[in-house]
């Protein structure tokens, strides 16, 4: 009988234990918090007191530049209180604000979008280094983690960047990235054609 007693007691010690809490991943816009869709309809599904959520949130990005996509974290608790946690903005971020450009390549996965140089690769691992869930990973894994993410949005990471021939380059793009969303609209426009 003890046996079993203490097995028991061990099995309600673990279940204990056990988190029940609901888990909310979001990004929101530093300092833009608002209590309508997307992030509103979020916060009310888990019975969140949104106006609060708001404030807290916006107060404590107040320091940030505002529109900057923070990645977030939401752990509710069952008495509808949370715990918020505010990552470093997503590495694609920090990769097109040192390239200069406003989205990735479109077409191919050879079309350069824009170049970093390694410094500012490093640059951006010891920011996202500070994330709390990239501790156990070295700078050099990390940095090789940012030039895969930066293969993809089609930036290129060169040794040396002359500004001047950056300049001619982001005018040529410009040029290149009208066009596509040119076509882009007129694909759709002929697409909603075609199903009306």
């Known amino acids: 009988m003890s046996k079993t ?4 007691k061990t099995a309600k010690r673990m279940l204990d234990k056990i988190d029940h809490s609901s888990k909310l991943r979001t990004n929101i816009l530093a300092g833009l918090a608002a209590p309508g869709p997307p992030l509103g309809s979020q916060l009310g599904q888990r019975n969140i007191n949104i106006a609060n959520f708001i404030k807290d949130f916006n107060e404590r990005t107040a320091h940030i ?8 974290r939401v ?5 509808r209180s949370y715990d918020l946690t505010i990552h470093q903005p997503p590495a694609t971020y920090f ?5 200069g450009i406003q989205r990735g390549a479109m077409v191919s996965r050879d079309e350069v979008a824009g170049k970093i140089t390694l410094k ?10 500070q994330d709390r869930h990239m501790i156990l990973v070295s700078l050099e894994q990390l940095t090789q983690m940012l030039v895969g993410t930066a293969k993809t949005c089609g930036i290129q990471v060169v040794r040396d ?4 021939e950056y300049a001619e380059f982001l005018k040529e793009r410009a040029i290149i990235v009208a ?4 076509a882009l609209q007129e ?8 199903t009306s």
């Open 5 to 8: 007693a203490g097995r028991l």
């Open 65 to 72: 530049k505002e529109g900057i996509p923070l990645p977030c």
């Open 75 to 79: 752990k509710i608790k069952s008495d």
């Open 95 to 99: 990769l097109k604000q040192a390239a």
């Open 120 to 129: 500012h690769l490093y640059e951006i691992a010891k920011i996202k280094k």
């Open 161 to 164: 960047l002359d500004p001047d």
């Open 179 to 182: 066009e596509q969303k040119k």
């Open 187 to 194: 694909a759709k426009e002929a697409k909603m054609l075609r």
